[in-house]
């Protein structure tokens, strides 16, 4: 194929080399925003008396029937292109003749590919926000059915204090909750469009990029045309976002292997997220939610690669930035692909509640209710914290429960104990007491769902 860029030289590369400096294996996906930027491009150099209006709806119609044909799959992308842009362009010379080639008028595939690779990542991450809503919902209808299933909360691994199953939940709701802030605040500075900054230093033609940003959408232009070719700070912020939710879902994913090992039994996946052994016939493996923490290292990869392709780069376009495309797609589609198979994986999980309860009744995580019993009845903190610690380490000896202890043999410890003492280290009571904002009693944990709910359905009429 023919280079649109001869003249300066033949044009004609080694053929290695030609390979290596194309990007169309990986920019082609862009089509569709390269062609309605061209389309609007075109619109606004008619409207400035650049080209005629006649010029304009020949390309316009020529560039609308290429993108028909290559989505009924009529017109294949050729690898043989250097790129996207010069794809698009030379097929559409070649339908419409040399009006074509004024298409290019007034600006430089420097912009041109910035103002595709901003309007491709605007249409993924509407796709990803609207995927974490759904995995936000998903955690609040968890939340809600399991809404009187107590656990043992950890801490360092260890059991640690009693808490609801849902209560535990929803802590991962809100993360996703500031994963989708950080998503729109990301999204929200990359939406000004750079075309007509042109190679760098803007056009000796007198072109309206406001007209083109209002056509695509866009909340304003770059306001420096350096700034506007050299800019990819929207790919490392956005790279950036999908490592922390990737982060969320990792923690997540290990929380859900642990659960569902046999040494916990919290948790049961059902069988179309796990797989078997080839040796092991007893073995139901957690694959899914292990390929979810193990692709965590993958987007980090991307982050890391887009950060040090940019570190060293002086302004204003180099070549270096065309390696910021298959990171930054690769980050796109993991995220979505993690939570494409996370929230049904979730959503079909079955709680053991019961197993969950007889681990509460074995941790002695009701310890801190007991020290807080006789501190509201007068013993300094640190005395009762002393002395619940050594009654702990007796029940360990004789394995026994704080329960198991009679009324008596606790008044020769402390004359504070009282039959009281019971009902205040119930597990439903250390639950139910801890009703502090936020908490994770029964009514703040019902506070928290129905705020969780209110938010998907503000954040859903946005979609």
């Not at 169309?24 to 005629?52: E, P, R, V, W």
């Not at 490592?243 to 996946?269: D, K, N």
């Not at 019902?446 to 709910?453: A, F, G, L, S, V």
């Amino acid at each position: 194929m023919q280079k649109m860029w001869t003249g300066r030289t033949s044009g004609e590369m080694n053929e290695f080399a030609d390979d290596f400096n194309s990007s169309i294996g990986f920019d082609k996906k862009m089509y569709k925003q390269d062609i309605c930027g061209s389309i609007a491009h075109a619109t606004m150099l008619a409207n400035q008396k650049i080209i005629t209006a006649e010029d304009r709806d020949l390309i316009i119609g020529g560039l609308s029937r290429i993108l028909v044909d290559i989505e009924s799959g009529k017109l294949a992308i050729s690898d043989d292109a250097e790129d996207i842009h010069m794809f698009v362009e030379a097929e559409l010379t070649e339908r419409i003749g040399n009006v074509g080639k004024k298409l290019h008028t007034a600006r430089s595939r420097n912009d041109q590919v910035a103002l595709d690779l901003r309007m491709y990542l605007r249409d993924e991450n509407v796709i990803i926000k609207k995927m974490l809503l759904q995995l936000i919902e998903t955690i609040a209808n968890k939340a809600s059915d399991n809404q009187n299933v107590i656990m043992s909360g950890y801490t360092h691994l260890q059991r640690a204090q009693p808490i609801l199953f849902a209560h535990h939940l929803l802590a991962y709701a809100q993360m996703f909750k500031r994963d989708l802030s950080r998503l729109n605040d990301a999204v929200d500075r990359m939406n000004y469009s750079p075309l007509g900054s042109c190679a760098l230093a803007g056009t000796t033609y007198d072109t309206n990029r406001q007209m083109v940003a209002d056509l695509l959408k866009f909340d304003g232009i770059t306001e420096n045309s350096i700034d506007g070719v050299s800019d990819r700070d929207f790919c490392v912020e956005l790279l950036s976002c999908y490592s922390i939710i990737m982060m969320h879902l990792s923690r997540f994913s290990e929380e859900i292997i642990l659960w569902t090992s046999s040494e916990f039994g919290y948790c049961q996946l059902d069988d179309a997220f796990t797989t078997g052994s080839s040796i092991m016939p007893q073995k139901k493996n957690s694959d899914m939610a292990e390929l979810i923490r193990g692709k965590t290292g993958r987007v980090y990869g991307d982050l890391i690669g887009i950060l040090t392709v940019l570190k060293g780069l002086p302004l204003a376009y180099n070549k270096d930035m065309q390696e910021d495309k298959e990171g930054i797609f690769d980050g796109v589609k993991t995220v979505q692909d993690c939570l494409q198979v996370f929230i049904p994986m979730l959503e079909s999980m079955k709680v053991l509640k019961d197993n969950m309860l007889q681990s509460c009744k074995t941790g002695f995580i009701n310890a801190t209710d007991m020290a807080d019993y006789l501190t509201k009845k007068g013993l300094p903190f640190r005395e009762a914290y002393k002395l619940v610690g050594s009654i702990v380490g007796k029940c360990v000896e004789k394995k026994i429960t704080l329960e198991d202890i009679k009324l008596d043999e606790y008044k020769q410890m402390c004359d504070l104990f009282d039959k009281d003492l019971y009902n205040e280290i119930a597990l439903e009571t250390c639950v139910n007491k801890r009703n502090s904002a936020g908490g994770t009693s029964k009514s703040q944990v019902m506070m928290q769902i129905k705020k969780i709910m209110e938010f998907v359905e503000n954040e859903k009429s946005l979609y």
